[in-house]
């Protein structure tokens, strides 16, 4: 695209990335050959291209989510969770990302007799990696699945807790999402453990207004303290919502080709970014689960030019917004600005 060279160049951020969104057909068909784990049998499954095409044809967040889950079944060693961790952040590399904050989903290998110190510790060997030999600095979201009981999610956390991952913003987990299927699992139920969190020193987000409607924005920020919306997109609909917003600096993780993969919007051009610019929406922009939406971040940033035509001080807005909007420390945010 045009700008692509400067897109490139630009010190970016990502806010919103499910490692377990980068496990792609090729890596899903490596790791069931080497752990001997059969792919499924459904003719979805019947090579590296016909799956890459279903990924293509997605019809929704629940659509998609199915095969988010079911690819898991081959990740089952600390190996296993470093090499997706690092797939990540060879790509991010490459893409021109520094600083990450990234999300994993325990309760998706845990439900498979996968233990949380496993996933944890693969993870977390990724990102000492990536520090060290990329000099990407990242943290860790650990996020619920809202469609699963509350009381799974609080056995979840009381086993970071008990681990010693879930102390303070330091700790190998530093921060609290909340993900999975939005419409019908409200931000509310899950206020116990966020309010935990807050005392404990734990930062918070939550994935809201993605499919759901402003309500579950707003139930996220009074219910559950987040200090960041992930995805956050349906904002637009609520123009007193959007004040507070703008108010409070609360900042939105955008993924752009993820709402067009999953039909929350039928083409980029229709996010609500210059709308946002031009209100003072701080926003970043993100991939979400890049094996799964045809791109990593760069082809986001891309994707929004191409739709958006912004100027390079636009460009220099969502790039500052991100940096400041991060939860590395100052002496960090000043070495990216
Ligand atoms: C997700 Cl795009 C999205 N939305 C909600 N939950 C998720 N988990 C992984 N990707
Ligand atoms: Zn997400």
């Known amino acids: 695209s045009q700008l692509h060279a400067f897109l490139h160049a630009l010190p970016k951020c990502e806010h919103h990335l499910h490692l377990e969104g980068c496990l792609s057909p090729t890596l899903l068909f490596a790791l069931s050959a080497k752990n001997n784990i059969p792919i499924p049998s459904d003719p979805s499954y019947a090579s590296i291209a016909t799956l890459t095409e279903r990924y293509n044809n997605f019809s929704n967040l629940n659509d998609f989510l199915a095969f988010y889950y079911r690819a898991l079944d081959v990740v089952v060693s600390v190996d296993d969770f470093e090499m997706l961790g690092w797939e990540y952040f060879t790509i991010a590399n490459r893409d021109g990302v520094k600083h990450a904050e990234v999300f994993f989903d325990p309760q998706s290998h ?33 996020c619920f699945l809202r469609h699963l009981p509350v009381q799974e999610a609080r056995v979840t956390m009381d086993e970071a807790v008990k681990g010693g991952y879930f102390d303070g913003e330091e700790s190998v987990i530093s921060a609290l999402g909340l993900d999975s299927s939005e419409v019908g699992f409200r931000p509310e139920i899950f206020q116990e453990m966020y309010v935990e969190a807050e005392k404990r020193g734990i930062r918070r ?36 919502l959007m004040d507070r917003v703008i ?77 400041q909007g991060s939860w590395c420390d100052q002496a960090r945010k000043d070495e990216l600005l």
């Open 247 to 323: 108010k409070e600096g609360i900042m939105l993780t955008v993924c752009p080709l993820s709402n067009v993969c999953l039909q929350v919007v039928q083409h980029v051009g229709q996010l609500p970014i210059r709308k946002f610019l031009e209100a003072g929406v701080k926003f970043s922009l993100n991939s979400d689960d890049p094996a799964y939406f045809g791109g990593y971040i760069l082809n986001n940033y891309c994707a929004v030019q191409d739709a958006f035509d912004l100027s390079i001080a636009e460009w220099k807005t969502i790039v500052e917004n991100s940096i």
């Open 205 to 240: 987000t939550a994935h809201a207004g993605e499919e759901g409607d402003p309500t579950y924005i707003s139930g996220a920020l009074d219910g559950l303290h987040a200090e960041r919306i992930d995805h956050g997109i349906r904002l637009i609909e609520d123009a007193d």
């Open 110 to 142: 845990t439900s498979r007799g996968v233990s949380l110190e496993t996933v944890v510790s693969g993870f977390d060997r990724a990102c000492k990696r990536a520090e060290k030999e990329l000099g990407i600095t990242s943290k860790l979201i650990m």
